[in-house]
């Protein structure tokens, strides 16, 4: 082999090319031929989002400088180079913004979620008006029609429950109105009001309705344990005083009556579920209009 074959061929001569010599002559041949390389290789859409998350992480983690945060109009133009559109950078810039400033649902008790099912209601709608306004006229809502009183209130967000005045409960009690005041029923509503980008609002109603499942849970554990206790007493006894006997009838009541009653509590609590979320959606429908 002559020299100008070896720079063209990149072997030397007199030397066995290995498995790796092999593969590392293809790689050169399929860039040259203008196969995929890095710069060449196409990534999916779907795999952006972790892309980017990961090279923030990795930047974070080694304390570059403006790794923390960066402007608005950075954003945006980091979302053009990979093909987004300005318009939609700033909408999602809106709704992480609005959605940050929501309130965070409370770490419930796994057990009793597990069991019963969530013990809180949420709904969460972009609704087109001031958010100050919007507030308010859910507020009113709130404290005319379902009868509740403000626990606390500030700009965007306030909480409330049934409220304590004897009138208020007076009404509810005699219920001329015919109408239900399911959420007085309850612990407490939690609402809140972003603004999204100007002339729409993020609003996000939370209801806890813990009280009433746990009440139900209660119920059914309750009357359980009663049946289980009858059943030990009268088989015990019939059997002499047995107490195994007593244990083994205990069980045989006790397992499938839990069974039918926490079906019937998980059923029961996603009933209440929905209307509670119908409720709330109505909140936001007259709001709306």
């Known amino acids: 082999m002559t020299p100008l074959e070896t720079a063209r061929d990149g072997r030397t001569p007199g030397r066995t090319e290995g498995p790796a010599d092999v593969e590392s002559l293809n790689v050169r041949r399929r860039a040259h031929d203008g196969g995929e390389t ?5 990534i999916p859409a779907e795999d952006l989002e972790p892309i ?6 990795l930047q974070n983690r080694r304390g570059s400088p403006g790794a923390q945060s960066l402007t608005e109009a950075e954003v945006i133009e980091i979302g053009r180079q990979v093909g987004l559109e300005p318009d939609y950078v700033r909408r999602a810039i809106a709704e992480v913004h609005a959605e940050s400033l929501s309130p965070q649902p409370p770490t419930g008790n796994l057990l009793l979620d597990m069991l019963a099912g969530a013990g809180r209601v949420e709904i969460r709608r972009v609704v087109a008006g ?3 306004l919007i507030q308010q ?9 379902e009868k ?19 009138f208020a409960r007076l009404e509810r009690f005699l219920n001329f109105s015919g109408r239900e005041y399911a959420l007085a029923e309850i612990r407490q509503v939690d609402l809140s009001v972003a603004e999204l980008e100007p002339g729409w609002s993020l609003v996000t109603i939370a209801a806890d309705i813990g009280n009433k499942r746990d009440g139900a849970l209660y119920g059914v554990t309750g009357g359980v344990a009663a049946a289980g206790i009858v059943a030990f007493l009268i088989a015990a006894e019939s059997a002499g005083g047995s ?4 244990i ?4 045989l009541v006790g397992l499938p009556g839990a069974a039918v009653g ?5 059923w029961n609590l996603a009933r209440r579920r929905e209307r509670i979320g119908l409720l709330l959606e109505g909140l936001v429908d007259r709001a709306e209009q």
């Open 38 to 42: 890095p710069a060449r290789r196409r």
């Open 243 to 246: 107490i195994v006997v007593g």
């Open 148 to 166: 509740l009183g403000s626990l606390r209130r500030r700009l965007g967000r306030s909480v409330w429950e049934a409220s304590s005045g004897t």
């Open 137 to 145: 006229q859910i507020e009113v809502q709130l404290r005319d029609r």
């Open 262 to 266: 926490l079906s019937w509590l998980r």
């Open 130 to 132: 001031d958010p100050a």
């Open 52 to 57: 980017v998350r990961r090279a923030a992480e």
């Open 248 to 251: 083994a009838c205990a069980l």
